[in-house]
């Protein structure tokens, strides 16, 4: 193999690529028992709802393509999300669905309103396509500030500005009030990620969407359905701009079978409710605990997380942790969260564990 004509192949891929690093989250090389480090759901789908999606899937040609837009998936949404149909894209996680957003809204040299710290996706899909961002500092409490984020918008007039309520990595969720004075500022897209919309206790922005028709909304079956197997977004807002944006999206998008395990789990909502429910009681235990631990800072939490920095070092906590058999998250990548941990909410026996080998590797 050549190294000059290696390293010339590697030159024809865009410098915006090239200095940017791979999307990984780490953690531990082989399957940890408690794995409390990716705010996934903690519950695996019952036997008997998988005993029905397989069934189902038994009669669905494998050989044949999905629908470019699947209409009866968008339906079902339609009707959990309480939106309109043709205001719903489906997407293969909501992670695709973002880098849709940057392939239709941003090239070389446009302005993207980031507040900080937010999940570091954004600003990776931003430098990706060649965008400038332009952060906007939290406040001392780490909350996302509106006013200055607003203040920036009017300043730079963004193509494109994007919050996440409630916002991971912290878990603290933005007011109606302050996503209005961001989006009467805005001249471009706001893109709400309400990733954690369903454990929150403040309101979606879902009823601005008529007022401001330049907002959207991105949500994900991967946390409160429990689906983060099968890569599953969605999208909320005008039918026109989801008309737009559709043209930018990747033909044969969502598959058939992720599509027919989503439309199978969401004929279940009792079932979603009382797992939602569950989720929230164990984030309430751990935050409640954590806030009694002496020389511990817990952040409010509006999400199925705790973020918290602790007394001790954080990554020797967590290799202690990691030791007992239990995997969390380390925060310090984000300049703000340096010495932070996040862990989330676990079934009650990961809950009682992981705050017993916290109180033990403390001893």
């Known amino acids: 193999m050549s190294v000059n004509r290696l390293q010339r192949a590697v ?37 008997d709802l998988k005993a029905e999606i397989l069934q189902g899937w038994a009669s669905i040609a494998a050989n044949r393509y999905p629908a470019e837009q699947p209409a009866d998936l968008c339906d079902a949404i339609a009707e959990y999300a309480g939106w309109v149909p043709e205001g719903i894209m489906a997407g293969n996680g909501s992670n695709e669905l973002t880098y849709l957003i940057g392939m239709a809204c941003v090239e070389a040299g446009t302005r993207v309103v980031l507040p900080t710290p937010m999940f570091a996706f954004y600003e990776k899909v931003v430098r ?90 991105l949500r994900t079956f991967s946390k409160a359905l429990g689906l983060a197997g099968i890569r599953l977004g969605y999208l909320l807002g005008h039918p026109a701009l989801m008309r737009e944006l559709l043209k930018a999206r990747v033909p044969f998008m969502v598959d058939r079978f992720s ?52 007394p001790q070092d954080a990554g020797v906590l967590m290799r202690a942790l990691l030791e007992q058999g239990i ?15 996040r862990v989330n909410s676990g079934t009650p026996e990961e809950n009682r564990a992981f705050i017993q080998a916290l109180q033990d590797v403390r001893a």
């Open 11 to 47: 030159e024809h891929v865009r410098p915006a690529v090239r200095h940017q690093h791979a999307y990984l989250v780490g953690g531990e090389k082989a399957p940890v028992p408690i794995k409390l480090n990716q705010n996934e759901s903690p519950l695996d789908l019952p036997e």
């Open 259 to 310: 599509q027919h395990m989503a439309l199978t789990v969401l004929r279940r909502p009792r079932l979603l409710q009382e797992r939602i429910q569950l989720m929230k009681s164990g984030t309430r235990h751990l935050y409640q605990t954590l806030c009694e631990m002496p020389g511990f800072r817990v952040l409010p939490t509006e999400a199925n997380f705790v973020t918290f920095r602790p």
């Open 327 to 341: 995997i969390v998250r380390n925060m310090s990548g984000y300049r703000e969260l340096d010495g932070f941990l």
């Open 128 to 217: 990706l396509y060649g965008g400038q961002v332009i952060s906007a500092e939290s406040d001392d409490e780490l909350r996302f500030d509106a006013q200055r984020i607003a203040k920036l918008t009017r300043q730079h007039q963004p193509a494109l500005v994007v919050l996440v309520s409630p916002n991971n990595p912290t878990g603290m969720a933005m007011t109606p009030t302050d996503i209005t004075a961001v989006a009467e500022a805005a001249p471009g897209l706001v893109l709400v990620d309400e990733a954690y919309v369903e454990f929150s206790g403040q309101p979606s922005a879902q009823a601005l969407l008529s007022a401001f028709p330049h907002l959207i909304l």
